[in-house]
């Protein structure tokens, strides 16, 4: 399942899916990750939810790399239950109305996986595009 934390720039975007990640971990029954491109979040994260900032790995450019990031994600961790992404548009390094394949992909891969994906979109819910209605908007 894929949820969708939906706003303009600067509009809490951040500290929701934070909570949100926070409040999870505390029934989840597998491993928890938060993926953003800072580590200024690290000590806000629960200490139970594991922060990986993608800006250690170089190679994470691009919609398909950030793909196959969280291929990667998913394959190292066979307990994996709640995974958050603090703005895929801006590691993607494009828009969210260019990243049809990535949120079919990611789609595929959570429900493949039963993994609960929780991503941060920089657009109001009336400006996505028609492919992201499908999602959860929370």
């Not at 949820?3 to 929701?16: A, D, F, P, V, W």
């Not at 703005?87 to 993994?115: N, V």
């Amino acid at each position: 399942m894929v949820n969708l934390i939906c706003g303009s720039k600067g509009s809490g975007k951040t500290t929701r899916i934070i909570e949100k990640a926070n409040a999870d971990v505390k029934t989840a029954k597998g491993d928890s990750i938060f993926v953003t491109d800072t580590e200024r979040y690290m000590y806000d994260v629960d200490r139970n939810v594991k922060l990986i900032d993608v800006t250690e790995y170089p190679v994470v450019k691009g919609e398909d790399a950030l793909l196959a990031f969280v291929c990667g994600i998913a394959a190292s961790r066979s307990d994996l239950t709640n995974l958050y992404i603090d703005g895929a548009s801006r590691i993607a390094g494009t828009g969210p109305d260019k990243m049809q394949k990535f949120y079919g992909e990611l789609g595929r891969i959570a429900d493949k996986f039963a993994i609960s994906v929780t991503v941060t979109v920089s657009a109001d819910a009336e400006e996505l595009p028609d492919f992201l209605l499908k999602y959860k908007i929370i």
